[in-house]
């Protein structure tokens, strides 16, 4: 009988010898069927590949453009961001004349939200002993969208005339927040029997 020295765990491993590793697939063969069978190994591994690609698949496609949504979407979207629950003051000195921002996105946002923006909100301007400051609002944001206003409250004191000088008689009952329906386009007029006020 011949005496064998057992081998080492250094012995064993075929990383550290200059030796070609053993035949790892006849091992396997020869060897008791083990608790995890190779093949199902390969289908996992097929499994994974093909959920990534899927993954990316539909990463890609999540990408799409706004302008591609319908307009009744886009519009309510536009409603939801751009329609404020309180009166915006019409006011050179208290609010920045520039529309707010995804109005100025793109040309195509721009005609499609300043609409909303002007025509759905309410403005409330006064000119009470001076009537600059909404003069220059008007101005600021410019003829076109003045046209877009459908709500000016307009805050009526007195010392209000043509020239902002002396109160005229017929402001003289409307001293308090009143709804009036704006004309755009000529000098600043009361007329009280529309109950307009051009600019």
């Known amino acids: 009988m011949a005496f064998t020295r057992p081998q080492t765990a ?3 491993l075929p ?3 200059d030796q070609s590793p053993p035949d790892l697939e006849g091992a396997v063969a020869n060897a008791a069927p083990s608790s995890t069978p190779k093949e199902p190994m390969r289908r996992h ?3 994974e590949t093909e959920t990534t690609s899927s993954r990316t698949a539909v990463a890609k496609k999540a990408h799409f453009s706004f302008l591609k949504l319908p307009p009744e979407l886009r519009n309510r979207m ?3 961001v751009l329609i404020r629950r309180w009166p915006i003051i019409a006011d050179i000195w208290f609010m920045v004349v520039d529309p707010p921002a995804l109005t100025q996105v793109c040309q195509q946002l721009r005609r499609e939200t300043l609409p909303i923006f002007y025509g759905a ?3 409330v301007g006064d ?3 001076d009537q600059t400051s909404l003069l220059l609002w008007f101005r600021g944001i410019g003829h076109e969208n003045c046209r877009l206003i459908r709500q000016l409250q307009i805050l009526v004191g007195p010392d209000l005339d043509h020239n902002g000088s002396a109160e005229l008689p017929e402001w003289r009952f409307r001293r308090e927040l009143e709804y009036h329906n ?3 386009g000529g000098p600043l007029i009361w007329d009280g029997a529309e109950g307009t006020v051009s600019v």
Do not use: P, T
């Open 10 to 12: 250094k012995e064993k």
């Open 15 to 17: 990383c550290d010898s």
């Open 45 to 47: 591994r097929a499994y």
């Open 78 to 80: 536009y409603k939801l």
């Open 121 to 123: 909100n309410k403005f």
């Open 127 to 129: 000119v009470i002993g």
């Open 182 to 184: 704006i004309v755009f």
